[in-house]
T-cell receptor
Framework: QVQLQESGPGLVKPSETLSLTCSVSGGSMTNYFWSWIRQPPGKGLEWIGYIYYGGSTTYNPSLKSRIAMSVDTSKNQFSLELRSVTAADTAVYYCARVGATKGGAFDIWGHGTMFTVSS | QSVLTQPPSVSGAPGQSVTISCTGSSTNIGAGYDVHWYQQLPGSAPKLLIYSTSNRPTGVPDRFSGSKSGTSASLAITGLQAEDEADYYC????????????FGTGTRVTVL
């Protein structure tokens, strides 16, 4: 069974950069898109972007100027950087796989990691 | 930012049926894009419930079904059970947002 696990600091100061990593276990990253999704406390889901195993990316236009995604297939990991964070970026961040045989749905999710922006 | 609108809440007694609507537009559901549904139990990560409008992943009970018509999609839950109490989200790509994947506003299902 493919499993995903997010890791990163739980707290970052305003204007700093958030860096998160998602580790993929139990399967290969090849031929899949990998995504980040976030959920502010008590609110709904927001898609952040996705990266193909080969490195090409597509980002949410509302976040595009502040984010960068990367992938390291040798380590079975992909990462998210979110620059110039504010309190509005406080959320649970999930990594997810885009299902190749599931019409583009997010078929496997990590447990999520809470990220807080505070001075 | 969500362009997919869902009712904030629906409720039903055990054994009853409920339906959750997901209203979009000509740039997402109405454009023929696939619609997917996710279930988020309290304190847990979302889980894929329905993909490509009406398909269930392995392990999802057939009490859950999906459909689509025009610019809207629906998720139906029949034989409601206490364990179905959760938040449900629809999701689809949107061509007006450079192909971004958008989620619905979410619906809380309460089992009375």
């Amino acid at each position: 069974q493919v499993q995903l696990q997010e890791s990163g600091p739980g707290l970052v100061k305003p204007s700093e950069t958030l860096s998160l990593t998602c580790s993929v276990s139990g399967g290969s990253m090849t031929n899949y898109f990998w995504s980040w999704i976030r959920q502010p406390p008590g609110k709904g889901l927001e898609w952040i972007g996705y990266i193909y195993y080969g490195g090409s990316t597509t980002y949410n236009p509302s976040l595009k100027s502040r984010i960068a995604m990367s992938v390291d297939t040798s380590k079975n990991q992909f990462s998210l950087e979110l620059r110039s964070v504010t309190a509005a970026d406080t959320a649970v961040y999930y990594c997810a796989r885009v299902g190749a045989t599931k019409g583009g749905a997010f078929d496997i999710w990590g447990h999520g990691t809470m990220f807080t922006v505070s001075s | 930012q969500s362009v997919l609108t869902q009712p904030p809440s629906v409720s039903g007694a055990p054994g009853q049926s409920v339906t959750i609507s997901c209203t979009g537009s000509s740039t997402n559901i109405g454009a023929g894009y696939d619609v997917h549904w996710y279930q988020q139990l309290p304190g847990s990560a979302p889980k894929l419930l329905i993909y490509s409008t009406s398909n269930r992943p392995t392990g999802v009970p057939d009490r859950f079904s999906g459909s689509k018509s025009g610019t809207s999609a629906s998720l139906a839950i029949t034989g409601l059970q206490a364990e179905d109490e959760a938040d449900y989200y629809c999701q689809s790509p949107d061509s007006s947002l450079s192909g971004s994947k958008v989620f619905g506003t979410g619906t809380r299902v309460t089992v009375l």
